[in-house]
């Protein structure tokens, strides 16, 4: 693989910290429990749509959500072997542990779409699921629970119709990241062309006090050779804002935000990593998880000093600029002994450590 990064060690301590972008002119572009309608919901819009229509979807570049070009009804065409996936209707409702030609279908729509639903092997698993929560985040513009965890027959019929997703900016960089924080979602392109969209976890936006085991190089153990264990507390917030890639690590990486795979930077410890819990909620300390197995090629997609707009919901990325997060503090409650163990009156963090292999390096893929 050529390496994208140059240098790939770039590091924000020795080179100047980010600052609101300065150069050619922008585009302007402008719980516990839930309702049974809720879970519904995208089924409803979906039924709603298309009792009458076939709808077009374009997830237009200045406008969050997708809108719907109808165009009327046709009659369903003869299906055969080598009839495209979208020329199948679905007979039932698709969900966890489901089998069949029609689940291979549906991953097969998804990655034709690029929402990477990881194996296409006709089995409705994790990362399936993760990508159809990415559909109806960025397509549907649904949030959190309003997202269902399975397909409907009208849900697919709005995915088999014409989806296409345009970026809310053009940089002047080859490649350009989009984040969409209210509807957890992560696009990357080139150019104007989409190369991958998937699910994400962000910043739950609650203060947090925890024992971190830091490598040599992470904020907060930027000169050291040896990882260290101290405690820290932090606000776990994504800033919105206009940033830059700027550095990337490979493998497993501990750090005051807890633990990351194949990390990303892009506003000094925050990073787009892969995590082996990617929730449909808000669940980080403030990076940008994505789906493991995603984290294995994310960097051949990205590269050095490539933009990254993170859309929040409340103002546009270009009014912050390079917003840095809020400085995490060291816990003056922390101690440690000589030994290896540890005692410490820290509170935990309200925001679940992740669990994860302990391989050092992943083989990193070319392609989705």
Same mark, same amino acid.
């Given at each position: 693989m050529s390496d994208p990064f140059d240098p790939e060690m770039n590091d924000p301590f020795t080179d100047p910290p980010n600052q609101p972008y300065v150069g050619p002119d922008f585009d302007e572009v402008p719980a516990p429990h839930v309702p049974w309608w809720i879970h519904w919901r995208p089924a409803m819009i979906a039924a709603a749509v298309f009792a009458s229509v076939v709808g077009a979807v374009v997830v237009e570049a200045n406008s969050g959500p997708a809108t719907v070009a109808s165009t009327t009804t046709a009659s369903s065409p003869v299906c055969n072997e080598t009839s495209p996936v979208t020329c199948f209707a679905l007979t039932r409702v698709i969900k966890n542990g489901a089998k069949g030609e029609d689940v291979r279908r549906l991953q097969l729509r998804l990655k034709e779409l690029k929402f990477d639903p990881g194996k296409v092997d006709g089995i409705f698993g994790g990362d399936t699921r993760m990508a159809v929560w990415a559909f109806q985040g960025?397509?549907?513009?649904?949030?959190?629970?309003?997202k269902v965890d399975f397909v409907t027959p009208a849900l697919w019929d709005i995915m088999r119709g014409n989806v296409v997703i345009a970026p809310r900016r053009q940089p002047g960089t080859p490649n350009h990241a989009e984040v969409y924080l209210p509807e957890q979602v992560l696009a990357v392109f080139k150019g104007p062309?989409?190369?991958?969209?998937?699910?994400?976890?962000?910043?739950? @936006?609650? +203060?947090?006090? !925890?024992?971190?085991?830091? %490598? =040599?190089?992470?904020?907060?153990?930027?000169?050291? /050779?040896?990882?260290i264990y101290e405690g820290w507390c932090g606000s776990a917030i994504t800033p919105g804002g206009l940033y830059y890639f700027y550095n990337r690590k490979f493998g497993l990486r501990e750090s005051k935000l807890g633990t990351m795979w194949n990390p990303v930077y892009f506003n000094f410890g925050i990073a787009v990593h892969g995590a082996m819990n990617v929730p449909n909620e808000p669940a980080s300390h403030g990076c940008i998880r994505i789906p493991i197995f995603i984290s294995e090629y994310f960097q051949d997609l990205v590269n050095y000093n490539d933009r990254i707009y993170v859309f929040d919901g409340?103002?546009?990325?270009?009014?912050? @600029?390079? +917003?840095?997060? !809020?400085?995490?503090?060291? %816990? =003056?409650?922390?101690?440690?002994?000589?030994?290896? /163990?540890?005692?410490?009156?820290?509170?935990?963090?309200?925001?679940?450590?992740?669990?994860?292999?302990?391989?050092?390096?992943?083989?990193?893929?070319?392609?989705?």
């Open positions: 960025i397509v549907l513009n649904l949030k959190g629970k309003e062309e989409l190369v991958l969209v998937t699910h994400i976890s962000s910043g739950t @936006g609650q +203060q947090w006090c !925890e024992p971190v085991t830091i %490598d =040599p190089g992470e904020e907060g153990n930027e000169n050291g /050779t040896e990882p409340v103002k546009d990325p270009e009014e912050y @600029g390079s +917003q840095p997060p !809020e400085w995490d503090k060291k %816990d =003056p409650n922390f101690t440690t002994t000589t030994s290896s /163990t540890t005692s410490t009156t820290v509170p935990r963090t309200t925001v679940p450590r992740r669990a994860t292999t302990t391989s050092s390096t992943v083989p990193l893929t070319t392609t989705p």
